[in-house]
Every structure is written in structure tokens, then in C-alpha cells.
């Protein structure tokens, strides 16, 4: 199964997605879920980042918080509303929430 994950919280621990089994997991980090790409604490990356290749954060959302889409971690694709829908359409089966 091909899985996307809407990650919305910045204090999400990793244990949800780590029990997740999919062929394909995709992450797609949105509202306040991209900090995961944006900060570091301790000096540290999110560990959420070391989950998936398939990354993406909502540019919107990056912009809405003072950032730039050139702040992200380089793990992570910057993606529009637009890239969204495609993402969501071609590249997933199933979608869900945390």
C-alpha cells in the first residue's frame, strides 16, 4: 500500500508513524507540522525526517510562519496547493491524518 501521512503538529512523537507499514510512505508536513523541516532542537533534525524519503512540506504554511521555502531541511520538497492535489491523486492510495 502506498500511504501519505498529513503530519499538523509540531510535538508529534514519531511512534504513530514508525508503527505505519506501507510500500511507499509519504510524509507531507502542513500548518504547524513544518517546523519538523524548518527547526532544530539540540542541534538535532526532527527524527520524523529519518521516516521517509518522500517529504514535502506545504509552502503556504512554510510562508505563513516567517519563513522561506529555502529554510527547509534539503530532505524535504517544498510544495504548493496545487502539488498537493496531484501528490494526493497519483501518488497515494490511502491518506491519513495526525
Known amino acids: 500500500m502506498k500511504l501519505g501521512v498529513f503530519v499538523s503538529d509540531y510535538k508529534i512523537t514519531v511512534d504513530t508513524l514508525q508503527r505505519l507499514k506501507a510500500e511507499k510512505l509519504g510524509i507531507i ?24 524519503e518522500n517529504l514535502y ?15 527547509l531541511n534539503d530532505k524535504v520538497k517544498a510544495i504548493t496547493y496545487n502539488d498537493l492535489v496531484d501528490i494526493i491523486f497519483n501518488d497515494y492510495e490511502k491518506l491519513a491524518w495526525l
Do not use: C, F, M
Not at 502542513?30 to 521516516?51: C, F, P, R, T
Not at 512540506?57 to 529554510?71: H, I
Open 29 to 52: 508536513l502542513v500548518a504547524n507540522g513544518v517546523y519538523h523541516a524548518l527547526i532544530k532542537e539540540n542541534g538535532k533534525n526532527s527524527s520524523i525526517l529519518d521516516l521517509s
Open 57 to 71: 512540506a506545504l509552502s503556504e504554511d512554510v510562508e505563513t510562519r516567517g519563513y522561506s521555502t529555502s529554510d
